[in-house]
């Protein structure tokens, strides 16, 4: 029996819903999504597996159109990294984006041989009448898709067409990863990555964005003859005044944080934990390359 596989990466601009269209294809709740801009910092592969066919999915960030810090331009690169090994590229926008390309990406997406390109145009559940359509037929006009489909990654509306498509366009090929595996990341960073979700929820304007979360002890043992696992990590951030902000007045603000990050943990392992959160400050790691470095930014 022939067997397909082939790497899917997903494209767009902050907070069109790619993390949340990743979370639907797959069918897990693998990657971070909230409703603040990028959210998502690292490219994150996603596999689904069936017995003849896996897909990679390429989870990126947001391309950023003028980045402020180093942080900002490794982001866009590995944004951009998706042009180099695509087998089909799925470019995500949604109904409140201005139909057009700006020249980087139009030039990148015409130099591309033989890689389909999809269009997804996100959120039409929250769509005007009528909208939705004159959308669909103004983005046809802007670039030669081979496809332009209308999606709610929310609320799935349309997301089981684009896995059938993606399944149609997947080259012959041997699996590139064991069909046992979810993703290439270890799992620290998908802890790390849900602590920090947390603090995207609770905490405002700049503070989220100079966060960095570090897994520091990751010990998995048994208590009372069942699994138990104790984790340590630790929130960089940028400035004092931003510590005094996450640890709030007498330690309420990183306790609230702390139990919100346990349920969250907990509920991906399967099993109870011991969560100790630290602040420290390490100022301007957001321009630092050793920093950056240290902190998977590479």
Not at 195 to 223: D, G, M, T
Not at 281 to 288: E, I, Q, S, Y
Request: proline share 4%.
């Amino acid at each position: 029996m022939s067997h397909r596989a082939g790497f899917v990466n997903i494209l767009g601009r902050p907070n069109v819903g790619k993390s949340t269209l990743l979370n639907a294809l797959m069918g897990e709740r693998l990657v971070i999504a909230t409703s603040k801009p990028q959210t998502t910092r690292h490219r994150i592969f996603g596999i689904y597996n069936e017995d003849d066919y896996q897909i990679v999915f390429s989870d990126t960030p947001g391309i950023i159109t003028e980045p402020k810090y180093n942080m900002q331009k490794v982001m866009n690169r590995w944004a951009f990294s998706v042009f180099e090994d695509a087998d089909l590229l799925l470019l995500m926008v949604d109904i409140y984006e201005d139909p057009g390309l700006d020249d980087q990406l139009e030039g990148k997406m015409r130099k591309l041989k033989d890689v389909p390109i999809h269009l997804l145009i996100n959120k039409v559940d929250q769509a005007k009448e009528g909208q939705a359509e004159q959308l669909h037929q103004a983005w046809s006009e802007v670039f030669d898709f081979d496809k332009v489909q209308l999606i709610s990654a929310l609320h799935e509306d349309g997301v089981s067409d684009v896995h059938e498509d993606i399944i149609e366009c997947l080259p012959e090929s041997p699996p590139y990863f064991p069909k046992d595996e979810l993703s290439d990341r270890p799992m620290r960073f998908f802890i790390s990555e849900m602590i920090r979700e947390k603090i995207l929820e609770q905490y405002s304007k700049e503070v989220p964005y100079s966060c960095q979360v570090v897994i520091e002890n990751f010990k998995q043992e048994e208590k009372d003859g069942k699994q138990f696992t104790r984790i340590e990590a630790i929130i960089y951030v940028n400035r004092k005044t931003q510590k005094a902000i996450i640890i709030g007045k007498g330690g309420q603000a990183i306790k609230k944080l702390g139990i919100a990050s346990r349920e969250s943990i907990q509920e991906f392992l399967g099993h109870q934990i011991f969560l100790q959160l630290y602040v420290k400050v390490r100022d301007g790691w957001r321009d630092d390359e050793t920093k950056l470095r240290r902190f998977g930014y590479s």
